[in-house]
Each structure stands twice: as structure tokens, then as C-alpha cells.
């Protein structure tokens, strides 16, 4: 080949690789991550969750683009957040953060494959026919953190026995709060405790709470599982802190933050899996075929030096079943 030739082929190939890459630009699947929570406090679970992809074969920026979508605990955002991202189209929505972002997926497409994290009952919530064989287009992880307000009601009241009045805050704009209500008062009749159902749905709820609280005189505190009290994590323990009550939370990142204590299933993990499971439908998995995961682990963290501030001597036997102790 003559050497006009030549530089003539190749400049004719290099004009053509700038559109190659745009071709495979425009080929690169999009995920959809639509969460109910703030980007400031959602850095663990993102993290995890694009471990998960790594996993299933999946590198954001290499064979993957990510829209990310954070309501900040605002509920009334998800339907229009859910709307944009399936008019790009996303190949994959994720929805997190409760079953009000899944809720909201679902209502949005029936096509477009969702995989959700959430803290209730997907078969009950219509999200699933059954966990083994959820059918439609959704599937994922439910972390069940909902269900466990007995569970936590029970080791708050081993932590402090005397105590005869509870109150316990909830969000009553949530599927998983309004469940949440009727399981703790039926948990504290068992354990014959006065119980105080307080309702919160946003921050301004947060703070009519805690002036409440302060007039009902309460013996301790359960807070609620719902992603309205992760997006003001600091704001609420700072808030029990000032009331020095006892209280026990739902996440681990309440007792790091200066919480008294936390009981909940490994929500890191459980957004590694929801990677996992959006690589596996990237490569062409349904979601009909994927059961929906479970926690086979629940970890119990206690804050010892929030404990002494309060008075409060953890019993042996309690400090022995904890996974964590915070000095």
C-alpha cells in the first residue's frame, strides 16, 4: 500500500473510532438506583451495592451507567423520580430504602426489571406472589427489620426491667410503620408495658414527637424502622440524648452515631446481593426466576459508654449476646 494510501485508510479509521465509542456508549446498560434515603447517609449501601455488580461481572463507568435518584425521606418525590428513570429507560430499576420506593417501581412499569431492599413483606405488600417464586418483574432482598419491633421491644426491656411505660416512634406514612404500630403494642401487652405509639413522617413530626415525649415521661424509647429516621440519623439521637432516655434503634449506624443500642439484619450485605442480582439480570436472568433473599443474620450492638452516661449497668448476659460493644 502507497503511503498516501495508507494515511488516508488510517485517517479514515480514526475518524470512524470516536463513533465506535459512542456506539458502544449508547450500548452500555443504564441502572436506575431510586432510594427512599438521602445520598449523604446512603455511602455504605451504594458502596455495597456496586460491590454486588463487581461481583456479577459489572463495573459503573466500564459496562454500566448509574442514575441515581434520592427522595431525602420526601415520599411525595419518589412517582416523579420513578417516572424519569423509566422514560430514559433504565434496563434495570433499583428501588431501596423501604417499600415505598418499590411500591412506587412497581406502579411505574411492568416491563422494565426491578430488584428492590426492602424492610416488609413482599408477598403481602403485592410486590411477590411468593418468595420462592415471586413472578412479575420485581424480586430482591427483604431485610424482614420491620418485623423485628418485638424482638427489639423485648431487649430494650431486658436492658432496663423496671420499666413499666415505653414509647416508641413510628412513621404512619409507611407500610412497614403502620405494621410496626400494631406489632409493638401487641408485643408490650405480652410484656404487660404501657405503650406510647409516636408518629413522626418528617422532620417537623420528629420534633412534635420528642415535645410529647418530653410531657409523657416515658421509661424508654424504640425508634422505628424507616428511612425518614436514617435521613435524620444524628438529629434523633441527639434528640434521645437530650431526653436521656433509653432507647434502641434499628441499624447499626444509630449506635456508632451515640445511640444506646441497635438490633437489625446486615443491610450492607443485603445491597450486595441486590448487585449481585442486578448483574445476574443485566446478562439476561428474569426476575421471575430470582427468590426473593431473606437475612440469616441479626447483629446486636451496644454503646457502653452511652450506657454509663445514662446509669445504666448492662446486664452480663446481655453484654454476652451482643456482636458489637461500642466503649
Same mark, same amino acid.
Given at each position: 500500500?502507497?503511503?498516501?494510501?495508507?494515511?488516508?485508510?488510517?485517517?479514515?479509521?480514526?475518524?470512524?473510532?470516536?463513533?465506535a465509542?459512542?456506539?458502544?456508549?449508547?450500548?452500555?446498560?443504564?441502572?436506575?438506583?431510586?432510594?427512599?434515603?438521602?445520598?449523604?447517609?446512603?455511602?455504605?449501601?451504594?458502596?455495597?451495592?456496586?460491590?454486588g455488580?463487581?461481583?456479577?461481572?459489572?463495573?459503573?463507568?466500564?459496562?454500566?451507567?448509574?442514575?441515581?435518584?434520592?427522595?431525602?425521606?420526601?415520599?411525595?418525590?419518589?412517582?416523579?423520580?420513578a417516572?424519569?428513570?423509566?422514560?430514559?429507560?433504565?434496563?434495570?430499576?433499583?428501588?431501596v430504602?423501604?417499600s415505598?420506593?418499590a +411500591? #412506587? $417501581?412497581?406502579? &411505574?412499569?411492568? *416491563?422494565i !426489571?426491578?430488584?428492590?431492599?426492602?424492610?416488609?413483606?413482599? =408477598?403481602?405488600? @403485592?410486590?411477590?406472589?411468593?418468595?420462592?417464586?415471586?413472578?412479575?418483574n420485581?424480586?430482591?432482598?427483604?431485610?424482614?427489620?420491620?418485623?423485628?419491633?418485638?424482638?427489639?421491644?423485648?431487649?430494650?426491656?431486658?436492658?432496663?426491667?423496671?420499666?413499666?411505660?415505653?414509647?416508641?416512634?413510628?412513621?404512619?406514612?409507611?407500610?412497614?410503620?403502620?405494621?410496626?404500630?400494631?406489632?409493638?403494642?401487641?408485643?408490650?401487652?405480652?410484656?404487660?408495658?404501657?405503650?406510647r405509639?409516636?408518629?413522626?413522617?418528617?422532620?417537623?413530626?420528629?420534633?412534635?414527637?420528642?415535645?410529647?415525649?418530653?410531657?409523657?415521661?416515658?421509661?424508654a424509647?424504640?425508634?422505628?424502622?424507616?428511612?425518614?429516621?436514617?435521613?435524620?440519623?444524628?438529629? +434523633? #439521637? $441527639?434528640?434521645? &440524648?437530650?431526653? *436521656?432516655? !433509653?432507647?434502641?434503634?434499628?441499624?447499626?449506624?444509630?449506635? =456508632?452515631?451515640? @445511640?444506646?443500642?441497635?438490633?437489625?439484619?446486615?443491610?450492607?450485605?443485603?445491597?450486595?446481593?441486590?448487585?449481585?442480582?442486578?448483574?445476574?439480570?443485566?446478562?439476561?436472568?428474569?426476575?421471575?426466576?430470582?427468590?426473593?433473599?431473606?437475612?440469616?443474620?441479626?447483629?446486636l450492638?451496644?454503646?457502653?459508654?452511652?450506657?454509663?452516661?445514662?446509669?445504666?449497668?448492662?446486664?452480663?448476659?446481655?453484654?454476652?449476646?451482643?456482636?458489637?460493644?461500642?466503649?
Amino acid at each position: 500500500m502507497k503511503r498516501r494510501e495508507f494515511i488516508a485508510v488510517l485517517g479514515g479509521a480514526a475518524g470512524s473510532w470516536p463513533l465506535a465509542a459512542h456506539a458502544q456508549q449508547l450500548a452500555m446498560p443504564m441502572i436506575g438506583f431510586l432510594s427512599t434515603r438521602s445520598a449523604k447517609d446512603s455511602g455504605k449501601i451504594v458502596a455495597a451495592f456496586k460491590t454486588g455488580l463487581e461481583e456479577a461481572g459489572f463495573t459503573e463507568g466500564k459496562n454500566f451507567s448509574t442514575q441515581y435518584r434520592f427522595a431525602e425521606g420526601q415520599l411525595d418525590r419518589l412517582p416523579q423520580m420513578a417516572a424519569d428513570l423509566v422514560r430514559r429507560p433504565v434496563a434495570v430499576l433499583v428501588a431501596v430504602g423501604g417499600s415505598s420506593s418499590a +411500591l #412506587v $417501581a412497581k406502579r &411505574a412499569t411492568s *416491563a422494565i !426489571p426491578i430488584v428492590f431492599v426492602i424492610g416488609g413483606d413482599p =408477598v403481602g405488600l @403485592g410486590l411477590a406472589s411468593s418468595l420462592s417464586r415471586p413472578d412479575g418483574n420485581a424480586t430482591g432482598m427483604t431485610i424482614i427489620s420491620a418485623d423485628l419491633a418485638p424482638k427489639r421491644l423485648g431487649l430494650l426491656r431486658e436492658l432496663v426491667p423496671n420499666a413499666t411505660a415505653l414509647a416508641a416512634l413510628v412513621n404512619p406514612n409507611t407500610p412497614e410503620g403502620q405494621g410496626q404500630s400494631s406489632d409493638m403494642r401487641t408485643a408490650a401487652h405480652a410484656l404487660a408495658l404501657r405503650l406510647r405509639i409516636l408518629e413522626a413522617g418528617d422532620e417537623k413530626g420528629i420534633e412534635s414527637a420528642f415535645a410529647t415525649l418530653a410531657q409523657d415521661k416515658a421509661d424508654a424509647l424504640l425508634v422505628g424502622s424507616d428511612p425518614i429516621f436514617d435521613v435524620h440519623r444524628d438529629k +434523633l #439521637v $441527639a434528640h434521645v &440524648a437530650a431526653a *436521656a432516655l !433509653p432507647a434502641i434503634y434499628q441499624f447499626r449506624d444509630f449506635a =456508632v452515631a451515640g @445511640g444506646l443500642m441497635s438490633y437489625d439484619p446486615d443491610i450492607v450485605d443485603a445491597h450486595r446481593q441486590a448487585g449481585v442480582y442486578t448483574g445476574k439480570i443485566l446478562k439476561g436472568a428474569r426476575p421471575s426466576d430470582l427468590p426473593i433473599q431473606q437475612p440469616t443474620k441479626f447483629q446486636l450492638v451496644i454503646n457502653l459508654k452511652t450506657a454509663k452516661t445514662l446509669g445504666l449497668e448492662v446486664p452480663p448476659t446481655l453484654l454476652a449476646r451482643a456482636d458489637e460493644v461500642i466503649e
